[in-house]
């Protein structure tokens, strides 16, 4: 507590019986942490084998319109519509979005948990039956969080197990370089919105 941090001694007692590692190891992100962290995953690792998959997620704060709304609410106590959302200039949605770091990695937070528990965890999802899962959130470089993810997948192929062709056919099935998909609104996606990694 603040009080037995400001009580004689008590930094020096941290030090001397390492109890500040303890402390730390409990901090997100810090060393220990970590540390910690990647143990557990290699512990995983051991018990459940190679991961099925591996996933990044990425923020899109600048197109979603709904935290937009919450940021001009909160920033400059001002209500937008959906449409005036829309109609924000990039720099004015930048200025929302670096405004207030915390209400935006609390909403990808929210939101990467309702991705988890509504479409990964779900019993139709696309990937299949979710054994078991584990995250890391990171910061990028300007500031937003992303998600990296591994997801162990009941009854899933396993490379070195199963044929080629088992493992080909569950790659294809849930997964596609197509950038047409024959959906306009998809396709219009894909073609216009979504991240792209080009040279």
Not at 127 to 152: C, I, N, P, T
Not at 169 to 188: A, H, L
Request: charged letters at 25%; hydrophobic letters at 35%.
């Amino acid at each position: 507590t603040a009080a037995q941090l400001r009580a004689p001694g008590s930094i020096d007692k941290l030090v001397k019986f390492d109890d500040g590692y303890r402390v730390l190891k409990e901090l997100r992100s810090s060393p220990p942490y970590w540390e910690k962290a990647g143990r557990d995953l290699l512990a995983m690792i051991r018990q459940l084998g190679p991961a099925t998959i591996f996933i990044s997620l990425s923020a899109a704060e600048t197109r979603w319109t709904h935290l937009l709304k919450i940021l001009s609410q909160v920033v400059d106590n001002v209500h937008l519509t959906d449409e005036q959302c829309t109609q924000l200039s990039w720099s004015e949605k930048c200025r929302l979005i670096s405004s207030d770091p915390v209400t935006c990695a609390r909403h990808f937070d929210y939101t990467f948990r309702q991705f988890l528990s509504l479409f990964l965890k779900a019993p139709n999802s696309p990937f299949g039956k979710l054994k078991d899962y584990w995250w890391r959130y990171e910061a990028q470089g300007r500031g937003s969080l992303h998600v990296h993810a591994l997801l162990w997948i009941a009854d899933a192929p396993q490379y070195g197990v199963n044929t080629e062709e088992e493992l080909s056919e569950y790659i294809d099935k849930i997964s596609s370089c197509q950038k047409t998909s024959g959906d306009d609104q998809v396709d219009n996606l894909v073609a216009l919105q979504v991240h792209k990694h080009t040279r």
